[in-house]
């Protein structure tokens, strides 16, 4: 020992005499600060802040929600190595004194007027009591009030239970407490599986976490963990060698500050009705378990269908000129999405459209940098636009680039010219028989807006309506080969008002079509010649049956899709047709436990009959025409049991398309959020199908063997002419297999409505 440690350790013993002598002074202050502590028994009954978890489907975390994420674990799972690392580091004499370390205390004072160091004198106790029930103002009266709760918890508890209450309750960086939540947050595993250098790397967190993370300061994070090493050491709980060799180690984090989730609209659907239930303090605070519905492999199949085909449209209507910044200032220029990769390790995932600034043109190679990462784009980058050298850019353009590969070391990005669509799109995918929502996906970028387009936009369907007018028909007694009329018509729309002269989407008119024709090729006419034999309001009715919610107008338009309603409704209501007539109101939350595993709830599918199954095989089967022959052909090269409707509103302002198998239904949307053309030729065919079709594909993934949709007893087939609507012998040209209600064949004594 040091001659200035031996002449410390000598003053401290002096200044005990001192102190008992005092200790009439000090029974006085005791009892003017210690009149109103808290229980210590309250202990027994630890229940801190914890995480509630959103689990998908197949048990994978999606989301979590938490004022302080924190895991709570045992004694047992806490490793040896990682509660003598935290006793290294920030009370080596735990296992010996009884909450104060008096001679630490003297220590410290001593050091602080003699060497001019200020160091803490607080043992783990202490800290423990600070976190617990006291605050971190440096006044005597919290110092007198620290000591005694101390001292009464070295009473109360043995060590043990101290050293476990103070591993859940410390708080580690980045709104995390307790070790088993941080080594998750700096390492991406449980605390029980830390190396000796990660556990010497959160013991050195825990002075400042604001500082000594290695998300905020890596040099500060080594430094502090090369003294845990060292304290380590010191206290005999390693070796000299094996301190030195852990010191030589990189700091390596794969963990993350906060989780990222390819389902963030699905995850927020989640918690408003979590918070709804149960209030915020047991959503943030109690560590809810809350299993979905989600199908993750689908949902990232729909994240990624949609925002690809999002991108296909925007290309097609060219390269809009960037955003550009004066020369001078490119250097310096930043973007907060910049600011966000910092937080999650430096750089963005491959696939992301990141914005970059462009620093430099030659010929046609543009130079890009995003960030600290660079990056070059070659004239097969950004061929798309038509250009075949990069004058079309130059220095101080902020663009977009798509992400091919990031290599941090070489601070190095590759990539494709990209741009911001403007519109927005939607995705939700159904489980007919149960009604659980496999996928959501409620826009393009949750962190640009949270507006979720699934369940809050209201959107004018266009055709996708007209199923709901044919199922009225055919529930009313029309049959498939029904003669509608595709001629000009032309209605009254009241005082003062010009006729309501509908057309079709070609200008051209058919004359005598089947309904089944007038179905699968979407005609205007006669659809709406179709709603007025069959009556506007009984329409609207059979619309609130078959799920839809949002008030459909009773006028004639209605028919074409004028009134509004959100991608959940349709896509609930198309679910009813592969469902044999059965209406099963969509969920997302399966179950929800607390964190001692009781079950508060458990959600089972909610029924009711809004079809006779006759009906609905009858307008599935029309259906699958519409994918077979009709606007929606080109999803009948999947050679899957599918059926759908495409939908365009006027002005190619909003394209749909909802399909179904016999298992599940998905719905895609897609347009601007304020009524704007989306380009000429954008319809439900052109920009929504193939984003639908890409889904499916993974829905329908390796199997060889297609799901069937169930054919009611009641339901006869017939051969007919899928033109003119009459029966022919099997096998004749156009001869179609149709789809009957028995006793409304032809030649069943049954005519045209």
Known sequence: MSAVGRFLRRFAIALLFVFAAASGTVAGVLVVYTSDLPQISALDDYAPSTITRVYSAGGEVVGEFATQRRIVITYDQIPPVMRQAIMAAEDAEFDTHMGLSITRIIVTLARDLFEGKRAGASTLTQQLTRKLFLNDDKTWERKVKEAVLAIQIEKRYTKSEIVTLYCNQIPWGHGTYGVEAAARLYFGKAAKDVTLEEAALLAGIIQAPARHSPYVNLQNAMRRRNYALGQMADASFITREQAEQAKKAPIVTVGRPALDTDAAFFVEEVRQQIEERYGAQQLYENGLAVYT????????AAEAALAEGMRKIDRRRGFRKPVRIDAEAIESFTHPSWTAWNAKGGVPPVGASVVAVVTAVEGPLVRVRAGALHGELARADYAWTGKTTGAFLAPGDVVRVLVASVDPAAKKITGSLDQDPGFQGAVLAVQNRTGRVLAMVGGRSFELSRFNRTTQAMRQLGSTFKPIVYATAIDRGFTPVSILQDSPASWSAGAGQPLYEPLNYDKKFEGPITLRHGLEQSRNVPTVRLMESLGP??????????GFTSKVQPYLSSALGSSEATLQEVVSAFAVFPNQGVRVTPFEIVRVADRQGNVLEENRPTSKEALRADTAFVMTHLLRGVVDRGTAARAASLKWPLGGKTGTTDDFTDAWFIGFDPDITIGVWIGYDLKKSLGNGESGAQAALPIWMDIMKTWIGDRKTPPEFPVPANVVFLP????????????????????FISGTQPGAGFGSP
Do not use: C, S
């Open 537 to 546: 309001n009984m329409v609207a009715a059979y619309a609130a049956k078959l």
């Open 293 to 300: 519905t989600l199908d993750l492999k689908l949902q990232h």
């Open 720 to 739: 007919i002419d899928r033109h003119t609507g009459a029966p022919v012998e099997a096998g004749a040209e156009f001869a179609l297999k149709e789809a």
